[in-house]
């Protein structure tokens, strides 16, 4: 028995704040991965912010 691949992304709908619509954005940007949003400085956050047109906004308090 081979162990099962890890999924190629997490589901980041599961993080408050984000929506489907907004999880396939940041797909779209190369963002599939918790640990990405993670590491984010705060000029990531502006710079995925602005680049999604958010709403609510990716705000790093949603992922802590």
């Known amino acids: 028995i081979r162990p099962s691949e890890?999924?190629?992304?997490?589901?980041?709908c599961r993080i408050g704040g984000i929506t489907?619509?907004?999880?396939?954005?940041?797909n779209a940007l190369g963002v599939s991965r918790y640990s990405e949003i993670a590491q984010w400085s705060p000029a990531a956050v502006?710079?995925?912010?602005?680049?999604c047109a958010a709403?609510?906004?990716?705000r790093r308090e949603h992922v802590a």
Do not use: M, S
């Open 6 to 12: 890890p999924p190629r992304h997490d589901n980041l």
């Open 20 to 26: 489907q619509e907004l999880e396939r954005k940041l």
């Open 46 to 51: 502006e710079r995925i912010d602005r680049e």
């Open 55 to 58: 709403q609510r906004g990716a």
